[in-house]
Each structure stands twice: as structure tokens, then as C-alpha cells.
């Protein structure tokens, strides 16, 4: 079963930056989709089982940014 995690994510000031967070988080085991969007600060990720918020929180962090679940 899809599940849908949202974080709040900030310093993100543009396309580079969402393109940044993506490919971090795409490694992430179970990913299935990722819609960042630097305007709003945030990011929602669809996969196919329950996520590890640490990890999550730790792809952003690698990226360059802060998050935090929503």
C-alpha cells in the first residue's frame, strides 16, 4: 500500500536546490515519487511502505537543507 510522508524543507531557492533534494531522497529504499517544490518548501514523497523519518530528514541534510515532517 502507497503511503504519503510531507516535509517542511528549508533553504531552497530554486530549481538546482529541488533537483539537489530529489536525488538524495531518490536513493531512499521504497521511493516511488517525489514532488519538491522549492516556492513552497516542501516535500511529499509516495512509497510503497512506511518511511524512516531519520532517514529522510538525513537525504535532506545531505542535499544542503533542513527538514522537518509536516
Same mark, same amino acid.
Given at each position: 500500500m502507497a503511503m504519503t510522508n510531507e516535509? =517542511? @524543507?528549508t533553504g531552497m531557492t530554486c530549481a538546482h536546490c529541488e533537483s539537489a533534494v530529489r536525488g538524495e531522497v531518490s536513493q531512499l529504499e521504497g521511493v516511488e515519487q517525489i514532488d519538491v517544490s522549492a516556492a513552497d518548501? =516542501? /516535500? @511529499?514523497?509516495v512509497s510503497a511502505g512506511p518511511l524512516d523519518d531519520a532517514? @529522510? /530528514?538525513a537525504a535532506v541534510d *545531505?542535499?544542503?537543507y *533542513?527538514?522537518? =515532517?509536516i
Open positions: 516535509y =517542511r @524543507v518548501g =516542501r /516535500l @511529499v514523497i532517514a @529522510v /530528514l *545531505e542535499a544542503g *533542513e527538514a522537518a =515532517r
